[in-house]
């Protein structure tokens, strides 16, 4: 089988859809939300013509957050990398 191992942690082939993860910090959850939710509008996938999926966790003792997008394929993931940075 094969298997990718990214930021330390192994995705098997069939779960290859990615994920992105940003650190944020002393953010409500919505306002991050909807800065990624706006950036990210309007976002398909060229193949697939899925949209991304963000969502927002917050860890409440230090309001340290992470930010995670999920794409349908690596080229979604690309194209959300490119967006974002
Ligand atoms: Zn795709």
Redesign the pocket.
């Known amino acids: 089988m094969l298997k990718i191992t990214k930021n330390g942690r192994t995705i098997q082939s069939n779960r290859l859809a990615d994920e992105i993860m940003k650190d944020v910090r002393g953010q409500a959850t919505d306002s991050i939300r909807q800065d990624f939710e706006k950036k990210l509008r309007g976002f398909r996938?060229p193949?697939?013509g899925?949209g991304a999926t963000v969502t927002v966790a917050i860890d409440g003792a230090f309001k340290q957050g992470k930010v995670t997008v999920k794409?349908?394929?690596d080229?979604?993931d690309e194209e959300v990398r490119r967006i974002l940075n």
Do not use: G, M, V
């Open positions: 996938c193949e697939h899925t794409t349908c394929c080229k979604a």
